[in-house]
C-alpha cells in the first residue's frame, strides 16, 4: 500500500440557486476547501471542508493556512493505517470541517488501491439512501411555493427551517401541510427559539393534526437543560444539531436524558468522531440523522458513503449539492431523486 506523498488544498466558492435563510443567517454562496491526498504509488483521494462560523467557529482563512502543518503530521504514513492518521488529526479538534476533509479524502485514496468504494470500507450496510429537501426562511408566500416545488419534485421528506418568528412559522407549517400531506417533516429551529416558544410551537401543531419526525435544535447549543425540558414536554421527537459537535457532546446529551435524536455532520465531528458517535448513539437506543453544511457534490458524496456504509440514520438531509451553481458533478454516487445510489 502506498505512503502519503502530499495533501493539498484548493479553494472552490460556489454560489446558492437561491438565498439560503436560517436562523440568523442568510448565504448567498458557500467557500470550500477540495483536499487532494496523493500517495507515493499514484493514487489520490479527494475529500471537501465546508467551514461553518456559526457552528465550529471556522473562517477559511485559516483553514486553508494549515496545510503544510497538516503534510507535516500525516506525510509517509501508510494509507492502509488509516486509524492512525484518524488518531493524529484528532488533533485538530479546533478545525472539525478539514478534519473530516482529511480523513476522507485518505479513506478514498485507500479505496482506489484497493478498488474497493468507501462506503464498503465503512461497512457495506446499504447501497442507496433517501435525502430530504430544506425549505428556507422566506415570505409566507416564498415558503408555500418552495414546499409545492420540492413535493412535486418527488421529495418524501421535507425540512423545514424556522426559528425568527414564532406565529408565522406556526403559519407556514400549517400551510406546507396542506399542500404535502403525506410527506414527513423535519423541523429545524437552528437554536432560534426559548424553551417557552418552543413547546408552544409543538402544541399548537400537534392541536392542529400535524406530525413532526424530528424537531431539531429547538433551543440554544449550550442550553442543554432547555433542551432537555422541550424534549419532556414535546409530543414529537427531539434532536440535537448544534448541541453535539463531538463525541464529548453527545455523551454529554446521552447522561442527560436530554434528546431522540443526534444529528451527525461530519463537517462537525470529522470522521472519526463519527463513527464513535454512531456506536454511543446505538447503545443508548438514540436515533440518528445526517446533515451537512454548504457542501457540494465533492463534500456530500463523503456524507452519502459514510451513511450508506454505517447504515446507521433513519433521516438524510443531505442537500446542499443541489441548492448550489456547481459546473462539474464529483461525487462516487449516483441521483434518482429522492435517492443516492452510491458506487
Do not use: W
Not at 467557500?31 to 462560523?53: H, K, M, Q, R
Not at 503530521?73 to 492502509?80: A, E, H, T
Not at 421535507?158 to 417533516?185: M, P, Q
Not at 470522521?271 to 440523522?289: Q, R, T
Request: aromatic share 10%; hydrophobic share 40%.
Amino acid at each position: 500500500m502506498g505512503k502519503i506523498k502530499s495533501v493539498r488544498f484548493k479553494l472552490n466558492t460556489f454560489e446558492y440557486e437561491k438565498p439560503f435563510h436560517i436562523t440568523g443567517s442568510i448565504s448567498t454562496k458557500t467557500t470550500n476547501i477540495e483536499v487532494v491526498v496523493e500517495l507515493d504509488n499514484g493514487a489520490i483521494g479527494y475529500g471537501e471542508a465546508s467551514p461553518s462560523f456559526r457552528v465550529n467557529g471556522e473562517k477559511v482563512e485559516a483553514l486553508f493556512a494549515l496545510e503544510q502543518t497538516v503534510n507535516e503530521m500525516i506525510k509517509g504514513i501508510n494509507s492502509k493505517n488509516y486509524r492512525q492518521i484518524f488518531d493524529i488529526t484528532d488533533k485538530l479538534f479546533a478545525f472539525p470541517s478539514i478534519k473530516a476533509a482529511i480523513q476522507y479524502a485518505v479513506l478514498d485514496a485507500f479505496s482506489v488501491e484497493i478498488n474497493t468504494p468507501v462506503y464498503q470500507i465503512l461497512g457495506g450496510a446499504r447501497e442507496k439512501i433517501e435525502t430530504d429537501k430544506t425549505i428556507s426562511i422566506g415570505t409566507l408566500e416564498e415558503r408555500i411555493n418552495d414546499a409545492r416545488r420540492i413535493f412535486e419534485e418527488g421529495f418524501n421528506v421535507i425540512k423545514i427551517k424556522v426559528g425568527e418568528n414564532l406565529k408565522e412559522d406556526i403559519k407556514a407549517l400549517e400551510k406546507i401541510y396542506e399542500i404535502t400531506k403525506g410527506a414527513k417533516y423535519i423541523v429545524d429551529a437552528n437554536m432560534g427559539y426559548t424553551p417557552k416558544q418552543a413547546i408552544t410551537f409543538v402544541n399548537e401543531i400537534y392541536r392542529m393534526g400535524i406530525d413532526i419526525n424530528v424537531f431539531e435544535q429547538p433551543v440554544p447549543a449550550q442550553d442543554i437543560e432547555g433542551l432537555k425540558f422541550v424534549r419532556f414536554n414535546s409530543p414529537f421527537p427531539v434532536g440535537a444539531d448544534e448541541s453535539a459537535k463531538t463525541k464529548f457532546d453527545v455523551m454529554r446529551l446521552i447522561k442527560e436524558e436530554a434528546v431522540d435524536y443526534i444529528n451527525i455532520k461530519l463537517m462537525k465531528s470529522g470522521i472519526s468522531d463519527a463513527l464513535a458517535i454512531v456506536e454511543m448513539a446505538k447503545a443508548a437506543n438514540l436515533h440518528l440523522m445526517i446533515g451537512c453544511m454548504g457542501e457540494s457534490s465533492l463534500g456530500i458524496n463523503q456524507s452519502i458513503h459514510f451513511a450508506a456504509g454505517t447504515g446507521a440514520f433513519d433521516f438524510h438531509d443531505l442537500d446542499s449539492s443541489l441548492m448550489i451553481k456547481e459546473k462539474k458533478f464529483r461525487g462516487k454516487y449516483k441521483t434518482e431523486i429522492p435517492y443516492y445510489f452510491v458506487v
